[in-house]
C-alpha cells in the first residue's frame, strides 16, 4: 500500500500563486507516476499534471501548461504542483495521485491522498 498527505492548500487570491506538496509513504518503490487532478464543485475530477519517478515524462493539462509546474524530490518521495498566475476557475479540491503506471484518467490511478482545498477569490 501507499499513503499520500497533501497539503498547502488554501485561500488566495487572482493572480497569486501557491505551492502544493504531496509526500508518499509505504511502498513508494511501486510507484512509476505521481499525478495531481481537481475536482470543482459540481463537477468530475480532471487531471492536471504527472510526473513519472525518473522525472523525464511530465504531462500537463492544457488548463495547467504555461501556469502550473509539476515537480518532484525522489529522495523525499514528494511531488510538488507550483501553481502560478491563479484564476477563479483553478477553485477545487486538488488530490495527488499515484500508480504503477502511466496515465491521465482517474481510474488508471490506485493511490489517492485526502485533497486539498485550493480557493482562488476574484
Known amino acids: 500500500q501507499v499513503q499520500l498527505v497533501e497539503s498547502g492548500g488554501g485561500l488566495v487570491q487572482a493572480g497569486g500563486s501557491l505551492r502544493l506538496s504531496c509526500a508518499a509513504s509505504?511502498?513508494?518503490?511501486?510507484?512509476?507516476?505521481m499525478a495531481w487532478f481537481r475536482q470543482a464543485p459540481g463537477k468530475e475530477r480532471e487531471f492536471v499534471a504527472s510526473?513519472?519517478?525518473?522525472?523525464?515524462?511530465?504531462y500537463s493539462a492544457d488548463s495547467a501548461k504555461g501556469r502550473f509546474t509539476i515537480s518532484s524530490d525522489n529522495a523525499k518521495n514528494t511531488v510538488y504542483l507550483q501553481m502560478n498566475s491563479l484564476k477563479a476557475e483553478d477553485t477545487a479540491v486538488y488530490y495527488c495521485?499515484?500508480?504503477?503506471?502511466?496515465?491521465?484518467?482517474?481510474?488508471?490511478?490506485?493511490?489517492w491522498g485526502q485533497g486539498t482545498q485550493v480557493t482562488v477569490s476574484s
Open positions: 510526473i513519472t519517478k525518473s522525472g523525464r515524462s511530465i
Open positions: 509505504g511502498r513508494t518503490f511501486d510507484i512509476y507516476t
Open positions: 495521485a499515484a500508480d504503477d503506471g502511466l496515465g491521465v484518467r482517474v481510474s488508471q490511478y490506485d493511490y
